[in-house]
Nanobody, 125 residues
């Protein structure tokens, strides 16, 4: 059974940085794709980025390119989202999601089968 646990959220000032972690378990080898999503109050969930566990290839939603970096450490079964130059509009609950296997990367939430519980990121002075 796949299990995802996010961590690393918190309160940060505008212009600051945070690194979110998504600890994953239940996969066979590195055959997974993990994506990061976020949902702000009153808004729809939006995709941020995705990564392939087996190839390390990455994908970013157009609006997320430049300030967010996704990476993985297969030895730790963990995927990271490094966020920099944070803005108040980045305030949201951030979720990681996973799907088994290799294949096209996507930030379409319909393509993912497993979800973590989310971690709150608040950007405020």
């Amino acid at each position: 059974q796949v299990h995802l646990v996010e961590s690393g959220g918190g309160l940060v000032q505008p212009g600051g940085s945070l690194r979110l972690s998504c600890a994953a378990s239940g996969f066979t080898g590195n055959f997974y794709r993990i994506g990061w999503f976020r949902q702000a109050p009153g808004k729809e969930r939006e995709g941020v980025s995705a990564i392939s566990g087996i190839t390390g290839h990455t994908y970013y939603a157009d609006s997320m390119k430049g300030r967010f970096t996704i990476s993985r450490d297969n030895a730790k079964s963990t995927v990271y989202l490094q966020m920099s130059s944070l803005k108040p509009e980045d305030t949201a609950v951030y979720y990681c999601a996973a799907v088994r296997g290799s294949g096209l990367l996507s930030t379409n939430s319909d393509h993912y089968d497993y979800w973590g519980q989310g971690t709150q990121v608040t950007v405020s002075s």
